[in-house]
T-cell receptor, first 113, second 109 residues
C-alpha cells in the first residue's frame, strides 16, 4: 500500500509569509504526527492528531497550527514565518496496534529567506 | 520531562561491528524505538524494545535495560549503505515518541 505522502517537497518563502503543508497518511492509519527536524537538533515534536482531534502538542509558538480531516489527511500551517523556521517538516502516521512504530513521509523542506 | 542522550558521531570500518548507545530519562516508559535516516530520506523504523534483553533482526540487534534506562543498537557486518543517522526514541504511552538528537554513522572502507 502507498506510504505517507507529503506535499510540497520543497518550498521557499520569505519572512512574514505563511505556509501550509499537507500530509496523507497510510490508508487505515488514523494517527498523524508532525515533527520539525533541523541539523543537530533531531526531531522536535509539533503536534499529533487522531480522528480529527489534536491529541498532543509540542512546545512551539502559536504560529504553528494544524488540523486533521475526516479522511485522516492532515495539514500544518506556519504563519508569520521567521528565518528560524527553516527546517525539514516530517509527517508520520501510525497504527494504534503497533507500539513505537511511526511511518514517516519524505518531508517538506522549508527555506525561509 | 524526557531526555535522551546518544553520541553525535560514530565511525566504523566496513565489515566491522558498531554499537550505538542511548540513555534516557523519562517519567513514564513503555519502550525504546530505533530509526534509521539516510541523508535526504525519511526516518525508517528499525526496532522496538519493550522488555529487557536483546532482539535480533538480521544484521541489526537492539538491546534494552529498563533498570539502567539504557539501550543500544548493534550493527554487524557493516556495509557502506549503513552510513546514515540513527535515532533512539522513547515511547511513554499516550504521548508522542520523543527522539534523541541522532548519531551519524560513517562506514569507511
Amino acid at each position: 500500500k502507498a506510504g505517507v505522502t507529503q506535499t510540497p517537497r520543497y518550498l521557499i518563502k520569505t519572512r512574514g509569509q505563511q505556509v501550509t503543508l499537507s500530509c496523507s497518511p497510510i490508508s487505515g492509519h488514523r494517527s498523524v504526527s508532525w515533527y520539525q527536524q533541523t541539523p543537530g537538533q533531531g526531531l522536535q515534536f509539533l503536534f499529533e492528531y487522531f480522528s480529527e482531534t489534536q491529541r498532543n502538542k509540542g512546545n512551539f509558538p502559536g504560529r504553528f497550527s494544524g488540523r486533521q480531516f475526516s479522511n485522516s489527511r492532515s495539514e500544518m500551517n506556519v504563519s508569520t514565518l521567521e528565518l528560524g523556521d527553516s527546517a525539514l517538516y516530517l509527517c508520520a502516521s501510525s497504527s494504534e496496534q503497533v507500539a513505537g512504530e511511526l511511518f514517516f513521509g519524505e518531508g517538506s523542506r522549508l527555506t525561509v529567506l | 520531562g524526557q531526555s535522551l542522550e546518544q553520541p553525535s558521531e560514530v565511525t566504523a570500518v566496513e565489515g566491522a561491528i558498531v554499537q550505538i548507545n542511548c540513555t534516557y530519562q523519562t517519567s513514564g516508559f513503555y519502550g525504546l524505538s530505533w530509526y534509521q535516516q539516510h541523508d535526504g530520506g525519511a526516518p525508517t523504523f528499525l526496532s522496538y524494545n519493550a522488555l529487557d534483553g536483546l532482539e535480533e533482526t538480521g544484521r541489526f540487534s537492539s538491546f534494552l535495560s529498563r533498570s539502567d534506562s539504557y539501550g543500544y543498537l548493534l550493527l554487524q557486518e557493516l556495509q557502506m549503505k549503513d552510513s546514515a543517522s540513527y535515532f533512539c526514541a522513547v515511547d511513554s504511552g499516550n504521548t508522542p515518541l520523543v527522539f534523541g538528537k541522532g548519531t551519524r554513522l560513517s562506514v569507511i572502507a
